[in-house]
């Protein structure tokens, strides 16, 4: 049995990378579901292409993860994905440390615990490292059964 019945992470995810899916393996460790927001702001990579790339890892790298995912404009938008029997000792919200904000004000509104994790790698590396054409260095920040899809991601997007 699990600490936790769900976890939520809220993000960008526009290039994957091992710091994202690392994020969504401790997720799955502690709780019975995982729900990933995946934010639809303006800024980001069309969203259905970030899902298909977090599907393809799942499926490939870790098909044990019951992951669930969904487009929201913010954080708190993923509350109305909540049961509605939901109590707050049940749910975990997890962080890279580069959120550790949006942590303090999910305990504060909503009571429910949070982790925040070290953060192992950026996007901005990532878009940097594709750029510089490093790729040795790329095969390391990206897991291997995605690692095409996220550099297309980049190239079409740049």
Do not use: N
């Given at each position: 049995m699990?600490?936790?019945?769900?976890?939520?992470?809220?993000?960008r995810f526009n290039l994957l990378h091992r710091g994202h899916t690392d994020l969504f393996q401790r997720m799955s460790e502690v709780a019975e579901s995982v729900t990933i927001g995946v934010s639809t702001g303006p800024k980001n990579i069309q969203y259905r292409h970030r899902a298909d790339v977090i599907e393809k890892w799942a499926r490939f790298d870790a098909p044990e993860v019951n992951l669930r995912l969904i487009p929201k404009l913010q954080p708190f938008d993923l509350v109305s994905e909540l049961p509605l029997d939901i109590v707050p000792h049940e749910v975990v919200f997890?962080?890279?440390?580069?959120?550790?904000k949006l942590a303090k004000a999910i305990e504060r509104s909503l009571g429910f615990s949070t982790?925040?994790?070290?953060?192992?790698?950026?996007?901005?590396l990532v878009r940097q490292t594709i750029d510089n054409e490093d790729w040795d260095l790329l095969s390391g920040m990206i897991p291997g059964s995605i690692i095409n899809n996220v550099i297309q991601l980049h190239l079409t997007n740049a």
């Open positions: 699990k600490q936790f019945k769900h976890a939520f992470t809220f993000g997890f962080v890279g440390e580069d959120q550790y982790v925040t994790i070290p953060r192992l790698c950026s996007s901005t």
